[in-house]
């Protein structure tokens, strides 16, 4: 009688309370969201969303894009960029460090900096890859 009732005044017999709104893609579109990411690590989520509005006309947020991706098990990373030592970068960085070895009163004219940003305003403009954990 009470899911009578609810049909009569909702015109659904949908009993529980949604506590988000419904999903703006579909399982298809969250695929290609993936496929796009994992293709092109670099890309950021504005661009993504750009591409999935301009294929499916409706408005999809950077903000979705992003936790689409999170909830693929994505997750984003600093890019990590080194170059790997060759025998002769090794030989130098050896040479370096037998000519300082002997050194006691010089190491107190050297400066140590930590090269680490905080950014608490805006975005740091750091470039962050999507990667799988």
């Known amino acids: 009688m009470r899911i009578c009732d609810l049909w009569m005044q909702?015109?659904?017999a949908d009993r529980r309370n949604r506590l988000h709104p419904p999903q703006c893609t579909s399982?298809?579109?969250d695929k290609q969201i993936v496929h796009m990411t994992v293709?092109?690590?670099s890309?950021?989520?504005?661009?993504t969303a750009h591409h999935i509005e301009s294929v499916t006309h409706h408005t999809v947020s950077a903000r979705t894009i992003r936790c689409r991706l999170q909830q693929s098990g994505l997750s984003a990373r600093r890019p990590l960029f080194g170059l790997h030592l060759m025998q002769n970068h090794?030989?130098?960085c050896?040479?370096?460090c037998?000519?300082?070895r002997m050194w006691e009163a010089e190491?107190?004219?050297v400066v140590f900096t930590d090269e680490s940003r905080i950014c608490l305003q805006h975005h740091d403009g750091r470039i962050r890859v999507w990667r799988h954990q």
């Open 10 to 12: 909702d015109g659904t």
């Open 27 to 29: 399982s298809r579109e």
């Open 39 to 41: 293709t092109d690590r």
């Open 43 to 47: 890309v950021i989520s504005r661009t």
């Open 90 to 92: 090794r030989r130098l």
């Open 94 to 96: 050896r040479q370096w």
């Open 98 to 100: 037998d000519e300082r």
């Open 107 to 109: 190491w107190n004219e």
